[in-house]
Nanobody, 121 residues
Framework: QVELVESGGGLVQAGGSLRLSCAASGSIFSINAMGWYRQAPGKQRELVAAISSGSSTNYVHSVKGRFTISRDNAKNTVYLQMNSLKPEDTAVYFC???????????????WGQGTQVTVSS
């Protein structure tokens, strides 16, 4: 069984910073792309940032220059450093990873349970 566990959310004032972490554990052979999504109340879940197995990154326009996604393959962990936070960044943040349990096995998308980020004005 594979699990993604997020940490690092919380309440911060506008202009502040938070660092989210997401660790994958369980029966993992390989991890491909990893990413962070967010969902604000009444809105659809959106992709915030993604990182490939080769560490290529992409970001939604609204966070470019403020957020940085990175990964530590030895720890099966993906991070999201969030700086210059704005009230509109308030949402539940979910991590996502494409993983396979065996060589040549099926790739599946896994989700974390979500962590709340609240930015006060």
């Amino acid at each position: 069984q594979v699990e993604l566990v997020e940490s690092g959310g919380g309440l911060v004032q506008a202009g502040g910073s938070l660092r989210l972490s997401c660790a994958a554990s369980g029966s993992i052979f390989s991890i491909n792309a990893m990413g962070w999504y967010r969902q604000a109340p009444g809105k659809q879940r959106e992709l915030v940032a993604a990182i490939s197995s080769g560490s290529s990154t992409n970001y939604v326009h609204s966070v470019k220059g403020r957020f940085t996604i990175s990964r530590d393959n030895a720890k099966n962990t993906v991070y999201l450093q969030m700086n210059s936070l704005k009230p509109e960044d308030t949402a539940v943040y979910f991590c996502n990873a494409y993983m396979t349990a065996t060589a040549g096995g099926r790739w599946n998308a896994y989700w974390g349970q979500g962590t709340q980020v609240t930015v006060s004005s």
